[in-house]
């Protein structure tokens, strides 16, 4: 469900970019959904093993989409839209999986003697529906080089943005200190996803195949 998800969040933004006019994406082939074109062995495999050996909060990520703004048709447009293109799939992919939650548990009553594999694509539902929010709202967090950052640059003074998009020479330190040494700050910004989760499950829980380990 995880590398699914990251994938479906690359390829939106390979996507928008090349509906905004820019097909860098598309010469160098990431306008696909092979996630060969888009997993990063590191944070696409590795830290999300590690973190759940160690029973930490599952989290990981794709390759991100190369992208050329300056052939946006419309600059800021463009480079709005493509940002925010991966968090509108995620959150997407949330309602899906919502949807396809409750499907599953209605085809359970239907078919009881497929309960136990029913029950078994309910749990990774339930993941997808937690994972696709976590990911829509970790990356609207405006900090270099997360989508939000680029929402956020664009309303800052002119002067103030280009020294704000200066961060992202640091890459995910940033984030990465955060999550780290302020663990709390996370939480909080990832509030609304926690909420929503809570929401969500509430409306299908009555369609709940089994109480199995999951994210709550």
Same mark, same amino acid.
């Given at each position: ?10 390829? #939106?933004? $390979? ?5 905004? =006019?820019?097909?860098?994406?598309? %010469? &160098?082939?990431?306008?696909? @959904?092979? !996630? ?82 029913? #029950?078994? $694509? ?5 993941? =997808?529906?937690?994972?696709?929010? %976590? &990911?829509?709202?970790?990356? @609207?967090? !405006? ?74």
């Amino acid at each position: 469900m995880l590398l699914f998800s990251v994938v479906a969040h690359e390829y #939106a933004h $390979a996507e928008a970019a090349y509906r905004q =006019g820019d097909d860098t994406a598309y %010469v &160098l082939g990431r306008l696909t @959904l092979n !996630p060969l074109k888009h997993i990063d062995p590191l944070m696409s495999l590795i830290v999300p093993f590690i973190l759940w050996r160690m029973g930490a909060p599952v989290f990981g990520a794709a390759r991100p989409v190369p992208v050329n703004p300056r052939k946006y048709r419309n600059f800021r447009k463009g480079d709005v839209i493509v940002s925010l293109a991966g968090i509108a799939v995620n959150l997407g992919l949330f309602v899906v999986s919502a949807v396809l939650f409750v499907v599953v548990g209605v085809l359970a009553l239907a078919l009881p003697s497929l309960t136990p594999s029913l #029950a078994i $694509a309910q749990r990774m539902l339930q993941w =997808g529906m937690w994972l696709n929010l %976590v &990911l829509a709202f970790f990356n @609207l967090i !405006p900090i270099p080089p997360l989508d939000g950052s680029h929402v956020f640059y664009h309303l800052l003074p002119p002067g103030a943005g280009v020294k704000y998009r200066r961060l992202q020479a640091l890459g995910f330190l940033p984030i990465l200190i955060i999550a780290w040494v302020f663990p709390e700050v996370l939480q909080v910004l990832l509030w609304p996803a926690d909420q929503l989760m809570r929401a969500g499950l509430a409306v299908v829980r009555g369609f709940a195949i089994s109480r199995g380990a999951g994210p709550t």
